[in-house]
């Protein structure tokens, strides 16, 4: 899986050909999660407190692109 991004520790992948709804995956040590891109909302999986707060903060900077 392509790694769109890499920040303190957390690794934002995305497929291009990937299942609805729009989503993107984040790793963390041996957390993962993944989100949906619209709403920013966690799909499955779990992040720690901070880690998810960065995600939020990082998604939400970059959804436009």
């Given at each position: ?19 609805e ?45």
């Amino acid at each position: 899986m392509p790694t769109i991004c890499a920040f303190y520790g957390l690794l934002i992948r995305m497929y291009w050909d990937d299942h609805e709804p729009p989503h993107f995956h984040v790793a963390c040590g041996d957390y993962s999660a993944v989100y949906v891109i619209e709403t920013l909302t966690m799909l499955r999986g779990a992040l720690p407190r901070r880690a998810h707060a960065m995600v939020l903060e990082w998604a939400a900077a970059h959804r436009a692109n």
